[in-house]
């Protein structure tokens, strides 16, 4: 069981908008601004997409964008692509020098 | 951005240790203001931070795996590495490593990751 809940699926239709969730009981995410979101591709290493709820890594596109509310995170991926199919993991600062992950979301593109 | 590469035996024992070592290129650790990480992912599952290093040195485990861990750091190889120790099939997993700037994740960039298999 992940530290962090995420749906397990997600889908959309090119151009589309879709949103990813990541939340924790416990709220590590409602107590911190430490929320980063990681692309995944088959068989690849994740890439930072998002950190520090909000902001985008340089070469990351504008599409991708994050938010918070509550104990609640949020990846919105707008005008969805063909190559934005993928696995996609939220993690939080949990205090004490400890970081948790959600256990994914794999995002189709219909 | 500097590159990360994992290396170390793919295969494990139960109950043996388990030893990678990361190597850093195009960037050096030593005096770098960053951490150096280890995530994992077991086969089809989700990742789990292991732990990190500070390049000065200080260390930081995930409780859950703490009394098994061990990192480490040589600047003159700029290389860092981790040992878990009593392994069992629980721990067969891609072992990938990381650069951070704060112990509060963003981890980036990250290696390709290893494949290390527990297993008699």
């Known amino acids: 069981q992940s530290a962090l809940t995420q749906p397990p699926s997600a889908s959309g239709s090119p151009g589309q908008s879709v949103t990813i969730s990541c939340s924790r009981t416990n709220s590590d995410v409602g107590s911190y601004n430490y929320v980063s979101w990681y692309q995944q591709h088959p068989g690849k290493a994740p890439k930072l997409m998002i950190y520090e709820v909000t902001k985008r890594p340089s070469g990351v596109p504008d599409r991708f964008s994050g938010s918070k509310s509550g104990n609640t995170a949020s990846l919105t991926v707008s005008g969805l692509q063909a190559e934005d199919e993928a696995d996609y993991y939220c993690s939080s600062y949990a205090g004490s020098n400890n970081v948790v992950f959600g256990g994914g979301t794999k995002l189709t593109v219909l | 951005q500097p590159q990360l590469q994992e290396s170390g035996p793919g295969l494990v024992k139960p109950s043996e240790t388990l030893s990678l070592t990361c190597t850093v290129s195009g960037g050096s650790i030593s005096n770098s203001g960053y951490y150096w990480g280890w995530i994992r992912q077991p086969p089809g599952k989700g990742l789990e931070w292991i732990g990190s290093?500070?390049?000065?040195?200080?260390?930081y485990y995930n409780p859950s795996l703490k009394s098994r861990v061990t990192t480490s750091v040589d600047t003159s190889k700029n290389q860092f590495s981790l040992k878990l120790s009593s392994v069992t099939a629980a721990d067969t997993a891609v072992y990938y490593c990381?650069?951070?700037?704060?112990?509060?994740?963003?981890?980036?960039?990250w290696g390709q990751g290893t494949l290390v298999t527990v297993s008699s």
């Open positions: 290093i500070y390049y000065s040195g200080s260390t």
């Open positions: 990381a650069r951070h700037p704060t112990i509060t994740g963003s981890y980036d960039p």
